[in-house]
């Protein structure tokens, strides 16, 4: 665990499960003083904080702290339990968790997804968990046989002790097991003898994905449940004026009409009449302070200010002195687009809210924050608000909203519609409802010294602080630095003596978030390009010129040489394709790619071929990394070609799949992936395959046509035969 | 009221005919395993049978279903036992698994007319159908791998 895992008072407590069986829960004294205290309790302490639990009918329940997006946590969490309890894997199910402090993350203090860090943050208190329960299982079963626990195992949820012949299952035990003493420290296995973790297992979820049955939050209905959809400013920040809902009325089905904060939200018996009556509402907007909001200027802003240096993130050695002696210099100039998360679920959020109560269903990553700020809405204590998580149909950190923007709006709709309410937002609100992945701008500039190997670099980077005014902010921004804007520059692997990375951090009315793989998604790209451009200035091969400035760098090294060797570096390909290679290191894990590409005479890129190799640590559901590493490249690979979010006089331009479009099945290229082996730590998965993969693409494109891509999407009109590249 | 058989079973229901027959299926008739996810007939989470063609149900009005069979992912099989849900699961070809019931419908029906479909067949059939985790290589492998069972089936 981490430090602040550590530093709080936690203890492993068994009790019996309503209908018979073993809890194992988390016990933190603070915490359970806090319960008794609480006048939202009435003083009865209760302990909705299990683990695991193990019922007399052999069901073993593992519940998961963190939410099901799509990553497989709803597999691994169970897998590290029952690595050490080794219940009889056909018995295992996954249920979400209550929000409860028992399961905030270890290293984020609150009850959350993202990061790309549940298997860190769960690695080892999952197996613990999994540990103490199989010792009072067998202690159970050796009372009762009157023989010593330590001759006794178990296999597949069954206690046995071999002298005698004697078996038990766990279910048989569970009563028993639950008046046994919790044991403390309990010690885990040594990685060597792991039965599960390490190997590829089926996603406990996917039965419930092929027939319809899986619940997310679009899927949850309620007695009386009304459906409403809200009209939303066109311009962020924009407030209602006044407005006219008589049309709105008159569609049958639509309930009421009602401001609330966010808009004008139109509750309805369901989508549809919703949909109608909200075309039909005439409202009267004050666009407030962003309506002047170009992309088009920002771009241009953007450059003007990457022209100095900025706040200085990092700094070595002497850069601009390096840069001035330098026998050659390149400078450069990328840009990315905001881009929407545009998950296939559109944000959703169920509400119950009573007099003294409120229940909410959501498919959510940030139980803590989204309760907290329900409660606010409600007036009632955090303790009187229940998140159910649902699955998530896509989560990319659209979900972990730090003002938690869908949950707190739909409390407001529900207090104004005194019924359970399903808010929906359509596609259409989710392409242009704001908090996107920043629009960035990245400055560099390099020289080479006499054998054209690069001795300096400089990276002024420009983009909105996502952290500032969040609760993230204490810990994320130091001086003035926003971690997430500089993360994949500041920690730059290659082993250049003079460097510099510093960051402007301009205020825009545009709402900002974490988008998967948050600041790595730019620098990712603009790094890995302009090393591109270094290698290509000074004569390198730039796989060779890599290696050799990662010589420090083992762990890169060892996925870089890999992917080389599989991709076939070097070796002939179809006239007319052109090869292109990067790494990146992101959420502690190491990743490279190589991708082969061609260019039509128009303009069209064909993506043929993705090799990547990562290195994530110890592995615990390969295949798991395997699907992790191929969709975050397939995702990548829709920003690179295909999706921005653009805005004239404040008004966002695009608006569904049609304008904001997806990589489709057409053009998704082979992927292969390769796991380095690793008995390090594991680390995250989730995200670090998506930085690499523009700047493995347009190297590859660079390398076909000699066209260097500076500006993402790429553009097929700037790669047409005769067009300039304009960046 | 408009009459229609929904995954083999006669139904009726006074909903207005103009409403696109996803929302029907969803709220009326509690069937919620086909997805919303552009309303515009973009993505195809929302892809349904009517007699036995792949349709986009968010787009569809419910008129058109009258006196029709409907399929949705509830009626594809009733144990799993479909080859598409098998070789769904084999492969764990989901991930988040909200485009998945579309993705499989719209598979159903590229497999009855074609049911030994090449790459560029599924290309063709498929690249109606949306998955933002990226699924795309792995839905490509189980559709090659049900064909493959289904053949199986066909010659015991």
Redesign the interface.
Same mark, same amino acid.
């Given at each position: 665990m981490t430090a602040a895992g550590l530093d709080r008072r936690e203890f492993l407590r068994a009790s019996a499960a309503v209908g018979g069986g073993l809890l194992i829960s988390l016990y933190v004294p603070e915490l359970e003083l806090a319960r008794a205290q609480s006048p939202a309790t009435g003083g009865k302490v209760f302990a909705p904080n299990a683990f695991v639990r193990i019922g007399t009918d052999e069901i073993v329940t593992v519940i998961a702290n963190h939410s @099901? =997006?799509?990553?497989?946590v709803y597999t691994s969490l169970p897998m590290l339990l029952n690595e050490e309890l080794e219940a009889d894997w056909s018995k295992v199910r996954v249920e979400p968790a209550p929000v409860d402090a028992a399961y905030n993350h270890t290293a984020f203090g609150i009850q959350m997804t993202g990061g790309s860090t549940t298997t860190t943050s769960e690695w080892e208190r999952y197996r613990k968990m999994g540990a103490a329960a199989r010792v009072m299982l067998v202690q159970a079963a050796a009372q009762q046989w009157n023989v010593p626990a330590g001759s006794c195992h178990v296999e597949k949820g069954v206690v046995i002790h071999a002298a005698s012949g004697k078996k038990a299952s766990y279910g048989s035990l569970a009563n028993a097991a639950a008046a046994i003493p919790v044991p403390s420290n309990v010690p885990l296995k040594d990685p060597k003898n792991f039965i599960t973790i390490g190997k590829k297992v089926?996603?406990l979820? +996917?039965?419930?994905? +092929?027939?319809?049955?899986?619940?997310?939050g679009?899927?949850v +209905?309620l007695p009386g449940m009304l459906?409403a959809l809200v009209a939303r400013a066109p311009v962020f920040g924009g407030k209602v004026v006044s407005f006219d809902a008589s049309e709105s009325l008159k569609v049958?089905g639509v309930r009421t009409v009602e401001q609330v904060p966010s808009g004008v939200a139109v509750i309805a018996s369901?989508?549809?009449p919703a949909r109608l009556g909200r075309e039909r509402l005439k409202i009267n907007w004050d666009d407030g302070a962003n309506a002047e909001i170009s992309s088009t200027k920002m771009l241009a802003d953007f450059s003007s200010q990457s022209a100095s240096p900025g706040l200085v993130a990092k700094k070595a050695g002497d850069p601009v002195g390096a840069l001035a002696g330098a026998a050659k210099k390149i400078t450069a100039e990328y840009d990315v687009p905001y881009l929407a998360h545009? =998950? =296939? @679920?559109?944000l959703n959020c169920v509400v119950d809210l009573r007099a003294d109560s409120c229940e909410i269903w959501t498919g959510t990553q940030f139980q803590t924050g989204d309760r907290a700020n329900a409660a606010k809405v409600a007036g009632l204590a955090p303790e009187k608000v229940q998140i159910h998580t649902t699955?998530?149909?896509?989560?990319?950190g659209r979900r972990a909203n730090p003002a938690s923007d869908f949950v707190m709006e739909a409390v407001n709709v529900a207090k104004a519609a005194k019924a359970p309410v399903k808010v929906?937002w +359509?596609?259409e609100d989710d392409i242009r409802g704001g908090w996107y992945r920043p629009m960035w701008h990245d400055r560099f500039a390099a020289g080479l010294d006499a054998n054209g190997e690069p001795i300096a670099w400089t990276h002024t980077i420009v983009g909105q602080s996502i952290m500032e005014g969040t609760p993230f902010e204490a810990f994320g921004i130091q001086n003035g630095i926003d971690s997430a804007s500089v993360e994949g520059a500041a920690d730059l692997l290659y082993g250049i003596p003079n460097l510099q990375v510093d960051l402007h951090s301009p205020k825009i009315g545009v709402p900002v978030q974490w988008w998967r793989s948050v600041g790595h998604s730019h620098t990712g790209f603009s790094v890995e390009a302009f090393f591109d451009e270094v290698a290509h200035a000074g004569g390198k091969d730039p796989y060779q010129l890599r290696r050799k400035l990662l010589a420090k760098q083992p762990r890169m090294l060892g996925v870089l040489d890999l992917v080389a060797q599989k991709a076939g570096w070097g070796k002939p390909m179809p006239a007319g394709r052109g090869r292109g290679i990067a790494t990146h290191f992101s959420f502690d894990s190491y990743v490279a790619q190589v991708i082969e590409a061609s260019v039509e005479k128009d303009g069209t890129v064909h993506v043929h071929r993705v090799v990547c190799a990562v290195d994530c640590g110890r592995v615990i559901n390969p295949?798991t990394v395997t699907?992790q590493m @191929?969709?975050?490249?397939?995702?990548a690979l829709t920003a690179a070609l295909k999706t921005e979010i653009t805005l004239e006089n404040g008004r966002v331009q695009q608006r569904?799949?049609?304008d904001y479009p997806?990589?489709?099945?057409?053009e998704?290229p082979?992927?292969e992936v390769f796991i380095v082996p690793s008995e390090e730590k594991p680390t995250g998965v989730g995200e670090p395959s998506v930085p690499p993969v523009a700047p493995a693409l347009t190297n590859a494109i660079f390398a076909a046509t000699g066209k260097r891509v500076r500006r993402l999407p790429i553009r097929s009109s700037d790669l047409a035969a005769g067009a300039e590249v304009k960046s | 009221m408009t009459s229609f058989v929904l995954n083999g079973k006669a139904v009726q229901t006074d909903a207005?005919p103009a409403?696109?027959l996803l929302?029907v299926l969803? #709220?009326s008739m509690?069937?919620?395993?086909?997805?919303?996810?552009?309303?515009?007939a973009?993505?195809g989470?929302c892809t349904v049978h009517l007699d036995g063609q792949a349709i986009r149900s968010c787009v569809a009005p419910l008129s058109r279903a009258e006196g029709k069979h409907v399929t949705? %992912? #509830?009626g594809?099989?009733p144990d799993?036992s479909h080859p598409?849900?098998r070789a769904? %699961?084999e492969i764990?070809?989901?991930?988040?698994?909200?485009?998945?019931?579309g993705q499989?419908m719209s598979a159903a029906i590229l497999l009855k007319e074609n049911p030994k479909p090449t790459d560029n067949d %599924?290309? #063709?059939a498929?690249?109606?159908?949306?998955?933002?985790?990226?699924?795309?290589?792995? %839905?490509?492998r189980a559709i090659h791998r049900a064909a493959a069972m289904a053949a199986e089936g066909r010659t015991k």
């Open positions: @099901e =997006m799509g990553q497989g089926r996603r979820d +996917t039965p419930s994905k +092929t027939n319809g049955t899986a619940q997310f679009l899927d +209905t459906t049958p369901g989508f549809w545009a =998950m =296939m @679920e559109p699955l998530l149909g896509g989560g990319f929906m +359509t596609r295949d699907a @191929e969709g975050g490249i397939i995702f569904n799949f049609h997806m990589l489709r099945m057409f998704a082979a992927v | 207005d409403t696109p929302w969803r #709220e509690g069937l919620t395993g086909t997805k919303y996810g552009c309303g515009m973009q993505c989470a949705t %992912i #509830e594809l099989s799993l598409l849900q769904w %699961i764990d070809a989901p991930q988040c698994g909200y485009c998945q019931s499989i %599924i290309d #063709e498929m690249s109606g159908n949306i998955c933002r985790c990226g699924t795309y290589p792995r %839905i490509r």
